[in-house]
């Protein structure tokens, strides 16, 4: 039973470049949150979506940042023109019904650190 | 938003000893308190969790209380063994949105010293 799937593991961007985040949510699941984790610091919810829906993204900075779950394939975090303040470790993790008030277990996968340079 | 404060940010214990990590929370309506382990370089893991119509819940050496009147839930390890250092997170729903993602304290970096 795989859990969640995240690639690359690790990822080095010059200013300026775009960085693609995938992450592949436990089988079954159609729920997948992103968060972002700065060095000493907690995780910081970014996005909620379901298939093909954003459902919350009151997370999500304004500008270069988006992401997708689409029908098929995994789900994309993107960040366009990333800049050094963009480094940090992404995680994304999955639940079988909506997380949070439901009490739904989320799963986290390994987590992808970017590094901008 | 739910604002989930943690404390203490970093915890030194001797092995055998026990170790309590307290977290508070801001919307009484939160109605469920997970507890994730977080070792380096690696992913967040569930541990304990606990919901809102319970007041305390224990797992071997692990357990969780949970004070919705004063709004605060604890990780209490007993026994504690070396495995046990990591950096644990204490979260609450984000019910000012759509209430499924989760807020995380900041962390609590536990060192269990032989």
């Known amino acids: 039973n795989a859990g969640v799937m995240q690639n690359p593991r690790h990822l080095v961007r010059r200013r300026g470049q775009e960085a693609r985040l995938r992450c592949s949510p436990v089988?079954?699941?159609?729920?997948v949150y992103w968060y972002r984790q700065l060095p000493e610091e907690g995780l910081k919810f970014m996005v909620y979506?379901?298939?093909?829906?954003?459902?919350?993204e009151s997370g999500m900075p304004k500008e270069r940042f988006s992401a997708e779950f689409p029908k098929e394939g995994p789900s994309i975090l993107r960040i366009q023109q990333v800049v050094r303040g963009d480094s940090a470790a992404y995680f994304c993790?999955?639940?079988?019904?909506?997380?949070?008030?439901?009490?739904?277990?989320?799963?986290f996968g390994q987590g992808t650190r970017l590094t901008v340079v | 938003g739910e604002n989930v404060e943690q404390h203490p940010s970093t915890l030194s214990v001797q092995e055998g000893d026990s170790a309590v990590i307290k977290c508070t929370y801001s919307?009484?309506?939160?109605?469920?308190f997970p507890w994730y382990k977080q070792e380096l370089g690696k992913r967040p893991q569930l541990i304990i969790d606990?919901?809102?119509?319970?007041g305390e819940k224990k797992d071997q050496r692990i357990a969780v209380t949970l004070n919705k009147t004063a709004k605060h839930f604890s990780l209490h390890i007993t026994e504690t063994q070396p495995e046990d250092s990591a950096v644990y997170f204490c979260?609450?729903?984000?019910?000012?949105?759509?209430?499924?993602?989760?807020?995380f304290g900041k962390g609590t970096s536990l060192l269990v010293t032989p």
């Open positions: 993790a999955s639940s079988l019904q909506g997380g949070g008030r439901t009490g739904t277990e989320a799963f």
């Open positions: 979260a609450a729903p984000n019910l000012s949105n759509s209430g499924y993602a989760l807020n």
């Open positions: 919307d009484s309506a939160s109605n469920y």
């Open positions: 606990i919901r809102s119509n319970v």
């Open positions: 979506l379901q298939k093909e829906n954003i459902i919350d």
């Open positions: 089988k079954g699941h159609s729920h």
